[in-house]
Structure formats: structure tokens, C-alpha cells
T-cell receptor
Framework: NAGVTQTPKFQVLKTGQSMTLQCAQDMNHEYMSWYRQDPGMGLRLIHYSVGAGITDQGEVPNGYNVSRSTTEDFPLRLLSAAPSQTSVYFC????????????FGDGTRLSIL | EDKVVQSPLSLVVHEGDTVTLNCSYEVTNFRSLLWYKQEKKAPTFLFMLTSSGIEKKSGRLSSILDKKELFSILNITATQTGDSAIYLCAVKGGTSYGKLTFGQGTILTVHP
């Protein structure tokens, strides 16, 4: 099983550029989320989705967009990259039911110059 | 605002030592508390705790939840160098979706 797959693994951008981080899961999970991880701050929720066509904002949504056109895919778009968005980004998914743990992808390390 | 605080933030021990990692929380409509281990890449799931006083155990790792005092501990006995990692505590609360709020993590380093 592939689980949660994120691409790319590494990316360097210039300030003002846009890009899309890809996330796909093959477990037919309803719930998908994007987090960013910064030193000393744990993981912070950016956006999440409870099913195809449904998305909502998390703790730190500014500067990011998401869409969920299929169950499998949940891309994260940076509209105009800023140095403050330099971080490691994790996508996660979990199945329905109250007590299912989240499964994480391997992360995308993003640097904005 | 939901809040999760872990302590210590970092810990250095030698192989064979026993360590206790702490996680305290404030969350609306608590549903569960989760522990993850993060090595170089993705956090991997360790335990999910929903009831007070019931220990979850997996090999040398164990965890327990106190819903009255709003904290959990993760114990690792007879530590090994392979236990070196960031240990993350997260709490699920709120609506039926159950968004996770993470603590800052504890960086554990085990020396030979």
C-alpha cells in the first residue's frame, strides 16, 4: 500500500512564485489535512477536508488554497510564496469513525528565498 | 483556543535509561489524545487514548491519560538508540471532524 503520497519531496521557490504541493491517498479516506511543521511549534493545521467538495480552514490558512475534487487528492496551493512559508509540509488522512488515527505522508520541505 | 503543551522540549539520556514524556492540554469537547513518533520523515502513530486510567502498552512504550488533570504521559523503558526521535502529542476535540491540535514535541536523544 502506498498510503499517503506527497510530491515533491523538496522545492525551492523565489518570493512571489506560486506552486502546488500534491497529496494523494489510496485508502479511500474521507478526511484529509495539511499541516506545516516549524521548529519548536509542532504541527499546525492549514486546511482540511471532510470529503470531496468540502474544505475548511485550519489554524494558519492565510496564503494557502485547497480544493478536493476527488476523494484521493488534496492539493495545497501557495498563491504568492513568502519567506515565512518556508517550512516542512505534511499531508494526512484518516478514515471515518471517531477513533481513527491520522496517517501522514513523508512531507515536502519547502524553502522560499 | 485549544492548547497542548509538552515537556520537556528536549531530553538526552543513555541507553538503558527510562524516560517519561509529559503532555498537558486544554481543549473544548475532548475526544482523544494521540502520541506520534517522528524520526526523519512522517510522524508514525503510537497510541490513542480516550479513557482515564487505562494504560496502553506496546513493547517498551506505554502511555496513560488523566482526563481529570488534563494530561498524559508516555513512558519508554530500557531506551535504545533507535528511540531517538521527536515525540508528538496531539489532542482531538471540537466537532465531529475532530481536528488535531499538536504540542511542540519532545526531542529525545539516546546515546549509546
Amino acid at each position: 500500500n502506498a498510503g499517503v503520497t506527497q510530491t515533491p519531496k523538496f522545492q525551492v521557490l523565489k518570493t512571489g512564485q506560486s506552486m502546488t504541493l500534491q497529496c494523494a491517498q489510496d485508502m479511500n479516506h474521507e478526511y484529509m489535512s495539511w499541516y506545516r511543521q516549524d521548529p519548536g511549534m509542532g504541527l499546525r493545521l492549514i486546511h482540511y477536508s471532510v470529503g470531496a467538495g468540502i474544505t475548511d480552514q485550519g489554524e494558519v490558512p492565510n496564503g494557502y488554497n485547497v480544493s478536493r475534487s476527488t476523494t484521493e487528492d488534496f492539493p495545497l496551493r501557495l498563491l504568492s510564496a513568502a519567506p515565512s512559508q518556508t517550512s516542512v509540509y505534511f499531508c494526512a488522512s484518516r478514515g471515518g469513525g471517531g477513533n481513527q488515527p491520522q496517517h501522514f505522508g513523508d512531507g515536502t520541505r519547502l524553502s522560499i528565498l | 483556543e485549544d492548547k497542548v503543551v509538552q515537556s520537556p522540549l528536549s531530553l538526552v539520556v543513555h541507553e538503558g535509561d527510562t524516560v517519561t514524556l509529559n503532555c498537558s492540554y486544554e481543549v473544548t469537547n475532548f475526544r482523544s489524545l494521540l502520541w506520534y513518533k517522528q524520526e526523519k520523515k512522517a510522524p508514525t502513530f503510537l497510541f490513542m487514548l480516550t479513557s482515564s486510567g487505562i494504560e496502553k502498552k506496546s513493547g517498551r512504550l506505554s502511555s496513560i491519560l488523566d482526563k481529570k488533570e488534563l494530561f498524559s504521559i508516555l513512558n519508554i523503558t530500557a531506551t535504545q538508540t533507535g528511540d531517538s526521535a521527536i515525540y508528538l502529542c496531539a489532542v482531538k476535540g471540537g466537532t465531529s471532524y475532530g481536528k488535531l491540535t499538536f504540542g511542540q514535541g519532545t526531542i529525545l536523544t539516546v546515546h549509546p
